[in-house]
């Protein structure tokens, strides 16, 4: 049964995309209307058929809209509320999809209009591609996403829109923005960009070593490049956003790398072999929560990751 009768995305790249097609799967809405900025990502999704309805400006897309979904880069958030907020129909329920829920609070909720709502929403599901074509209807199945609620909220509304991303396959879990930011910047935002500098230095080193990098990359780095491939105004914003708990998490993990730096000079075996048998339980943690699998290739498709 539809959760909302008409939903607007804001926004036509891969969660926006996937958010369409696992929408249309568990019949969550009676019209999905989408907007994009560019006429060409516009264009790509009106040929691939990827919502009902694409319109050409935010307004039109918001207009007689149950739910509205901000679909875009973080930076982009405030300059999209501030264009749709004289749009919104009464009621109406808005919602994001952004990495980082601070600054989105901080940068939306000014121009939400009183008879509107706004939960925050981050589902904890991506690839490195992004796009009208990169999206596919599975994406947020058995993953989480972090419903962010204001101070006072509307439990009906939050009830509501947490039966819609039921629908669409994740799992929910309530968060305030700080721990959400906090908890993401240790899970996600760090990784990358640990990611991002081991690519860097690989890359540097190509220079030395004439393409050894790349010819003979183990898994352990291409996982990296993977990674490190993420779209960069995305991973630009949060870190511009959620700059206290990136630089938080970056401080520890430099204090543990200088541990480790010292163990491999001193030859300390025992300190090396205790560390890697309590991250590798960690790695079964995750096995075991059903969040990833023991296959060799991780259960991954060639080019559907995440
Ligand atoms: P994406 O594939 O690059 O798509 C972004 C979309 O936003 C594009 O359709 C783009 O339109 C549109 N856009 C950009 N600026 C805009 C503006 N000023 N006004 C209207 N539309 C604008 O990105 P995505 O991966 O779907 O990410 C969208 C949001 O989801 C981000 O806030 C990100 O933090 C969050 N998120 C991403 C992931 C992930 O792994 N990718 C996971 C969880 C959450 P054009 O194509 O016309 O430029």
């Known amino acids: 049964m539809a959760t909302y009768n008409r ?7 891969l969660i926006a995309g996937s958010m369409s097609l696992a929408i249309r799967r568990g019949k969550l809405a009676n019209e999905i209307v989408g907007y994009a900025r560019s006429a060409e990502t516009r264009d790509i999704a009106r040929e691939i058929n990827l919502v ?12 007689d809209a149950d739910l509205v979904v901000l679909a875009v880069p973080i930076g982009a958030m405030g300059p999209v509320m501030a264009a749709i907020a004289p749009h919104l129909k009464q009621g109406v329920m808005v919602t994001d999809v952004g990495s980082v829920k601070k600054s989105v609070f901080d940068a939306v909720v000014p121009h939400l209009p009183e008879h509107a709502h706004f939960i925050g929403c981050h589902p904890m599901a991506g690839t490195e ?21 204001p101070e006072t909220v509307d439990q009906g509304e939050l009830d509501r829109l947490c039966d819609f991303w039921k629908g669409i396959g994740a799992n929910i879990e309530i968060m305030d923005p700080d721990h959400h930011d906090l908890v993401c910047a240790v899970v996600s935002h760090t990784p990358h960009l640990i990611a991002y500098t ?39 914003d949060v870190f511009l956003t959620n700059k206290d708990a990136t630089l ?17 000079r001193q030859g300390d075996g025992d300190l090396l072999f205790d560390y890697f048998t309590r991250t ?27």
């Open 7 to 13: 939903v607007a995305l804001i926004g036509l790249g």
């Open 52 to 63: 009902d309805r694409v319109v050409d400006t935010a307004e039109e897309a918001v207009k």
């Open 248 to 264: 938080e998490i970056l401080g520890r993990f430099t204090e543990e790398l200088f541990v480790l730096q010292r163990a491999i």
């Open 280 to 306: 590798r339980a960690i790695r079964r943690g995750i096995i075991e929560a059903g969040q990833d699998t023991d296959a060799p290739d991780f259960g991954r498709k060639p080019t559907k990751v995440d």
């Open 129 to 149: 591609h992004s796009g009208p074509r990169s999206g596919f209807a599975t994406l947020f199945d058995n993953r989480w996403c972090l419903v962010v609620p």
């Open 198 to 236: 081991m690519v860097g230095v690989a890359d540097d080193l190509r220079r030395v070593t004439d393409q050894e990098v790349i010819k003979f990359s183990a898994a352990g780095f291409r996982d990296f490049t993977r990674i490190a491939a993420s779209d960069p105004t995305m991973w630009r």
